[in-house]
């Protein structure tokens, strides 16, 4: 490659999208590091990234970010697809708009952002594709089903899209972290239901231990399994790094602890075995 390779990062407003803006920058990327608000960018745009405006659910905002790098280098190098937010609900109650604002935003913006980028790599004949998904990729708890379906979708999309493109030099990552201490807790906390949506619900008190649960994890108000392995923003940049860099990747890179030894529990046990040791013990259940 004779020039510095570019990198379209998503959702870097905060959190693990910034990260690792800040990761692939200093390894010598050209960056373009992007945000539905783009002056939540400025400070990366002073130490020299580029900065655009990019909102995944919108067809023309991601078909401009990409024709942009297209443009000006060629082709996207590495496309990071790390936009997403967590929607918390029981399965009964959430309405279906949620779910499909949900899938919009965590699947189909990824998807779009994916088509656009494809043809550019597979015409210089390499690319990466690298899609953040979740321990919940891989499991799911009450009151994160549609959350955790996005992030299984996004593992099913990404084995059949790794296959498809790996003969024009594309490789395919997905990288899958635990608890992550971001912005992002936060936002999820907000899509809790409310305590007037609660108060009438025969979930009420399942969602009461939920954001007690949460705000252990995420502002630490208690000791919590998930509390005490969450893992910084910085750790899941440097695993994107060190994929990016690596000759053969690997298709997947749990990252943390409890992302390791979690997604092997799940493997290795039987459904009613995981449900009643792991699951019970660790989340609230109704």
Known sequence: MTHPPTALITGCSSGIGRATALRLHAAGHTVYATARKP?????LADLGMRVLAL??????SARSAVERIESE????DVLVNNAGYGLSGTFEETGLDQVREQFETNVFGLVRLTQLALPGMRAR???TVVNVSSIFGKYAVPGGGYYHASKHAIEALSDALRLEVAGFGIRVVVVEPGPVRTPWGQTFMDHLPSGQDRAGSPYRGFHERTATYYDAIYNGTRKTLAGTFAIGPEQVAE???KAVRSRRPR???????LAASTIALRRLTPDRIFDSAFIRRQFPVP
């Not at 002056?39 to 400070?43: I, K, N, P």
């Open 39 to 43: 002056e939540t960018l400025a400070d």
């Open 55 to 60: 909102d995944v659910t919108d067809p023309e």
């Open 73 to 76: 280098h060629g082709a996207v």
């Open 125 to 127: 004949g390499r690319g």
């Open 239 to 241: 695993t994107i790094d």
């Open 251 to 257: 298709a997947r890179y749990p990252v943390g602890f």
